[in-house]
């Protein structure tokens, strides 16, 4: 297994991501570090960055070479906004890096930074056409693409710190947000394209800016689900936001307690910013991506080697290989479980009658079925749940990993929490509790059918005639233990599709 480093000098942060990845091309990221240092906006009189400000990079920069060394970490990528070029000495100060610290800054061109910005998107959202907007503290990044092709580009060279400063001249808050929301909006205005956006683009935020403003609005609403990425924000929720936000004493030396990793001027001109631009294009609802630019150099240098260049083709289908490769469970007996679960699902549809929408939540649930035994074997459903609900499953919707956590938990009828299901109950339709007893059966079945984990099972048959369901098993060797741990769930087959279950 081997490791890999991005750093990545922005305009107002430096960030650290570390990864460990196979030949395959399954990576999974192991730490993170972020540190605010503004450079591009802290010139002296002469257009100089201020010296003050280069130590303080520069000892971030030791920080993090430190961390990779002790990680083990030879492969770093290192690269420089394109924005770093605004600084007139900016030569003498990337050789300063590359003498203290050892590490040799590529800076990067605009088409560039929109190619690592598409690619940790594109590799991560499940969004076949869409506009990405990433705000920064410096600038603001906005693309189209239509099925991998990239359309539109454009950088804005105006960031929440930029647009925080009008917090200097304006101390009454609502007033202020007015101002930040006013002032990029006339810079959004500009771009002609963006007034054509058709309907059935998504809008996808990246950035802090989204990031912190998916976090205040699940603790508004009380969500029950901790996780921001791919998280769905409507207008009516955004605007709790922005409201709640004109009602605060915005102090530039505080932060938005349990929130914000930055200050509350700057998490508050980052919600302006986003409001304008929904206001721009009408949106009606955006997702947040938490992967981004970082993760898009990642996907460049591991990924493409496997996949040519392109896009992961079945985004959820590397999100549960990426989840088996990394955490020690019998790839083999997954993947084949969950081959039979689809089999099964194909051959029982005329009685569970489910859409196929539902089979991301199968697909999910059979691969991760047995992911609770990592920490205990006895009741190790239970922990499935939890593991399904916290693993970075990507492609499907908050909805979907609920179902598919409440699907592998579910393998026993009696074992199914109605007290969690109402937990959840304002994420979840009313049909998807029928759907996840039907589903959880089919999961049980074809965990069964592979119980000695050695494959004998390579396809099912299933014969439904009058009240009872005839499974033909196609094997190739003797199949007695798997049939017979299949023919257990007969009673709990018939409590869900009122018809009886013999095994051939």
């Avoid at 919600?271 to 991506?289: G, L, P, Q, R």
């Avoid at 591991?302 to 999100?319: A, H, I, N």
């Avoid at 190739?476 to 233990?481: E, K, L």
Wanted: proline share 2%; hydrophobic share 40%.
């Amino acid at each position: 297994m081997d490791k890999l480093a991005v750093i990545d000098l922005g305009s107002s942060k430096i960030d650290l991501i570390l990864a460990s990845y196979l030949p395959s091309g399954n990576f999974t990221v192991f730490a993170e570090m972020s540190e605010p240092v503004k450079i591009v906006d802290d010139f002296d009189g002469e257009g100089l960055l201020r010296i003050a400000r280069s130590t303080e990079a520069i000892n971030i920069l030791k920080m993090y070479k430190m961390v990779c060394e002790i990680n083990k970490v030879d492969n770093i990528i290192a690269v420089g906004s394109s924005s770093l070029k605004n600084l007139k000495n900016y030569r003498s100060f990337l050789d300063e890096i590359y003498t203290v610290c050892g590490l040799k800054f590529k800076l990067l061109t605009v088409e560039e930074e929109t190619s690592a910005l598409y690619s940790g998107v594109i590799n991560s959202i499940d969004a076949p056409k869409a506009v990405v907007i990433n705000i920064s503290g410096g600038s603001t990044r906005i693309l189209q693409y239509n099925r991998r092709n990239i359309l539109n580009q454009i950088v804005i060279p105006c960031g929440t710190y930029s647009i925080a400063k009008v917090m200097d001249e304006v101390k009454d808050t609502k007033k202020a947000c007015d101002l930040m929301v006013d002032k990029f909006k006339k810079e959004l205005d500009k771009i002609e394209w963006l007034k054509t956006i058709e309907p059935e683009y998504m809008f996808v935020g990246v950035g802090n800016a989204f990031n912190n403003t998916a976090t205040l609005s699940r603790k508004i609403r009380k969500y029950p689900l901790d996780l921001n990425h791919n998280y769905v924000l409507d207008r009516e929720n955004f605007n709790k936001v922005y409201e709640l936000l004109t009602t605060l004493e915005i102090d530039k030396t505080k932060k938005v307690k349990g929130v914000s990793s930055e200050r509350a001027d700057i998490f508050a001109s980052g919600v302006c910013m986003i409001k304008a631009f929904c206001d721009t294009v009408n949106c009606e609802n955006y997702t947040t991506s938490i992967k981004g630019m970082k993760e898009g150099f990642i996907y460049n240098t591991v990924v493409s080697s496997t996949t040519g260049d392109k896009p992961v083709s079945d985004l959820l289908g590397f999100s549960l290989d990426n989840i088996s490769a990394f955490y020690e469970s019998d790839y083999n007996n997954s993947k084949h479980v969950t081959e039979l679960a689809l089999i099964l699902f194909r051959q029982l549809r005329v009685l569970h009658k489910l859409p196929r929408s539902y089979v991301k939540v199968l697909r999910t649930a059979a691969s991760l079925h047995d992911s609770g035994q990592r920490i205990k074997f006895y009741d190790h459903e239970k922990n499935s749940f939890h593991i399904i609900l916290n693993s970075e499953v990507l492609g499907i919707t908050h909805r979907e990993i609920i179902l598919a956590a409440f699907v592998s938990a579910s393998q026993n009828i009696n074992d199914f929490s109605l007290t969690d299901w109402i937990r959840y109950k304002d994420i979840l339709l009313e049909e998807d509790l029928d759907a996840v007893k039907k589903l959880s059966i089919i999961v049980r079945l074809a965990e069964a059918l592979d119980k000695t984990h050695r494959g004998i099972v390579q396809d099912v048959s299933c014969d439904i005639l009058g009240d009872s369901v005839i499974m033909k098993t196609i094997v190739t060797m003797d199949a007695s233990i798997e049939i017979r741990e299949t023919l257990k769930s007969s009673q709990d087959f018939r409590k869900i599709y009122k018809k009886s279950l013999e095994v051939l």
